[in-house]
């Protein structure tokens, strides 16, 4: 059974710094690359940061790029999104996923989404 849990999301002040995490399990993690996702209200879900199965290259945003970290620790099948420097604009849903190949998943794995809100 594949498994994605997100936590970290919360409220901070505009500025402020959030860690979000995402524990997996029921597939091979360090085989995966992975990505974070994000949706906010009355828009579309759109990709925040993706990175490769050792960690070793990542993409961003334009929205993001230079504030919000993607990395991985494959011995503990965890995922994160270091965000620094928050704007209201990042307020949002943020949603880790696997794009896994398999008959099951015709989209992929999905954690349950860990809201985050930026706000003074």
């Known amino acids: 059974q594949v498994q994605l849990v997100e936590s970290g999301g919360g409220l901070v002040q505009p500025g402020g710094s959030l860690r979000l995490s995402c524990v997996v399990s029921?597939?091979?993690?360090?085989?995966?690359?992975m990505n974070w996702y994000r949706q906010a209200p009355g828009k579309g879900r759109e990709l925040v940061a993706a990175?490769?199965?050792?960690?070793?290259?990542?993409v961003y945003d334009d929205s993001v790029r230079g504030r919000f970290t993607i990395s991985r620790d494959n011995a503990n099948d965890t995922l994160y999104l270091q965000m620094n420097s928050l704007r209201p604009e990042d307020t949002a849903v943020y949603f880790c996923?696997?794009?896994?190949?398999?008959?099951?998943?015709?989209?992929?794995?999905w954690g349950q989404g860990t809201q985050v809100t930026v706000s003074s």
């Open positions: 029921g597939f091979t993690f360090s085989s995966s690359a």
């Open positions: 996923n696997a794009p896994l190949r398999r008959p099951g998943l015709p989209r992929g794995a």
């Open positions: 990175i490769t199965s050792d960690g070793g290259n990542a």
